[in-house]
């Protein structure tokens, strides 16, 4: 599957972004999906995920403040961001997965101000 991520920018402190990832050529309801990102100096770290089922799961660091959701109608997922920090500044990736089958998304770059 293919993976294309939209919808990151510069936002101040407190403000809400929300990102979106596309997928095209799978069986996008099939695939577990998730969202990491990589801050300069960082590895690259597990944002949130949603499985099929839509159980989803967070990190302790954004928990209450992201959402993941998915629309396999539209074979896209998305990840809402509310009370952002300037701590949250990275490059966002979406991540799907089935069984050994893994693709990422070529990310997008969220910047937020204080």
């Known amino acids: 599957v293919q993976l294309q991520a939209s919808g990151g920018g510069l936002v101040q402190a407190g403000g809400s972004l929300r990102l979106s990832c596309a997928a095209s050529?799978?069986?996008?309801?099939?695939?577990?999906m998730a969202w990491y990102r990589q801050a300069p100096g960082s590895q690259r770290e597990m944002v949130a995920t949603?499985?099929?089922?839509?159980?989803?799961n967070y990190s302790d660091s954004v928990k209450g403040r992201f959402t993941i959701s998915r629309d396999n109608a539209k074979n896209t997922v998305y990840l809402l961001m509310n009370s952002l920090k300037p701590e949250d500044t990275a490059v966002y990736y979406c991540?799907?997965?089935?069984?050994?089958?893994?693709?990422w998304g070529q990310g997008t770059l969220v910047t937020v101000s204080s």
């Open positions: 991540n799907a997965q089935l069984l050994h089958l893994i693709s």
């Open positions: 050529g799978g069986l996008f309801s099939a695939y577990g």
């Open positions: 949603i499985a099929r089922d839509t159980t989803t």
